[in-house]
């Protein structure tokens, strides 16, 4: 009976729903524990957490996505809601306008160059490459990206995920040891790198930092999206 029990909720969309939305509260209390200290993210953890539990009940990430895509669906609403610090800083923005686009031109060169030149180097799949190439766009961007050059999307929203986390992880000791004491270039590094991840990171640690990752995060989106048709 507890079998069949198990499979029925195993199935069930909104087990998956509530199970989500339960180790994220419970990753952002351990995160609490430790303030500002990367190895805690709760993305992090919430994702260990997850697939954890995923391999030893033997669920397959379909099933699981059937309840957690009511909350992937929230990812466009916050990623237009950045707009909001955007508006509010304009006048901040303007001023450092000119050192933005010289860095997002070159860290999105950067960021697509260096995977597809690696990618290359080590013999990788045209497939595999183009579900790399993407890597520093935020999930939703970069899957449509590696789904319109025959990529794997799964593939490549893992590879954004892991991209994201070890971004928000070095950024601040980086910054720190670099004697990077500018809020604006922090932040703007942290979303050009390592987007919606790095901006939550950036958030935590200083206002005009995330306002300046949530910019470079958009804008990181539109060119990358032109710049990996050049390469591929």
């Known amino acids: 009976m507890n079998s069949g029990l198990w499979v029925y909720l195993a199935t069930s969309p909104l087990l998956w729903l509530a199970g989500t939305l339960v180790v994220w509260l419970a990753a952002t209390r351990i995160a609490a524990l430790s303030p500002g200290n990367p190895l805690l993210n709760p993305i992090m953890l919430s994702i260990a957490a997850i697939a954890a539990v995923l391999l030893l009940s033997g669920v397959q990430y379909g099933t699981y996505f059937e309840g957690a895509q009511f909350i992937h669906f929230l990812l466009g609403p916050a990623t237009v809601a950045l707009g909001i610090p955007l508006y509010e800083k304009l006048a901040l923005v303007k001023t450092n306008l000119l050192p933005m686009l010289a860095a997002l031109i070159a860290g999105s060169l950067a960021a697509v160059g260096s995977t597809v030149f690696l990618s290359h180097l080590f013999g990788f799949s045209p497939s595999v490459v183009a579900s790399l190439a993407p890597k520093s766009t935020t999930a939703a961007v970069a899957m449509a990206i ?28 980086m910054m720190n040891a ?3 004491r500018d809020y604006s270039a922090r932040g703007f590094a942290a979303g050009l790198a390592s987007h919606g991840i790095g ?4 958030y935590s640690v200083d206002p005009v930092a995330g306002l300046f990752s949530g910019i470079a995060m958009g804008l990181n989106a539109v060119l990358t999206s032109l710049i990996v048709h050049l390469f591929l």
């Open 146 to 173: 590696s789904s319109g050059l025959d990529g794997d999307p799964a593939l490549t929203a893992a590879v954004v995920v892991l991209t994201g986390i070890c971004g928000a992880i070095v950024v601040t000791p």
């Open 178 to 180: 670099m004697r990077i």
């Open 199 to 202: 901006t939550a990171r950036a």
